[in-house]
Nanobody
Framework: QVQLVESGGGLVQPGGSLRLSCTAA??????????VAWFRQAPGKEREGVCS????????YYADSVKGRFTISRNNTKNTVYLQINSLKPEDTAVYYC??????????????????????WGQGTQVTVSS
């Protein structure tokens, strides 16, 4: 089966940085062209889309709340997608998940941020921002 494993979370002070990793097993991130997205969920809140990368053309997408601070990237050889987080804020505190789909379909820009569109999820990694 498709498996995703996140790592890299932890406790950091406001203004600090983290790099999260999402390693895929059971498929190669570039073949087929499955997009990979990062979501986060804080206690009592809905799971929200943070950013994503399309493996077909490399296009990236970001939520307005994280633009300029979060960067998604990939290492095809390691079959891994990364999320670099800078200038962390307390409101970034959440469990961060990576996700992908079972079947690629077009117009990804219109549906990347909706968690219900994804079929495979990692176990999540906790990010806590506190002084």
């Amino acid at each position: 089966q498709v498996q995703l494993v996140e790592s890299g979370g932890g406790l950091v002070q406001p203004g600090g940085s983290l790099r999260l990793s999402c390693t895929a097993a059971g498929f190669t991130i570039t073949r087929p062209f499955r997009p990979v997205a990062w979501f986060r969920q804080a206690p009592g809140k809905e799971r929200e889309g943070v950013c994503s990368i399309s493996m077909s053309d490399g296009s990236t997408y970001y939520a307005d709340s994280v633009k300029g601070r979060f960067t998604i990237s990939r290492n095809n050889t390691k079959n891994t997608v990364y999320l670099q987080i800078n200038s962390l804020k307390p409101e970034d505190t959440a469990v961060y998940y990576c996700a992908t789909v079972s079947l690629f379909r077009p117009a990804y820009s219109t549906w990347w941020s909706a968690h219900r569109n994804y079929d495979y999820w990692g176990q999540g990694t906790q990010v806590t921002v506190s002084s």
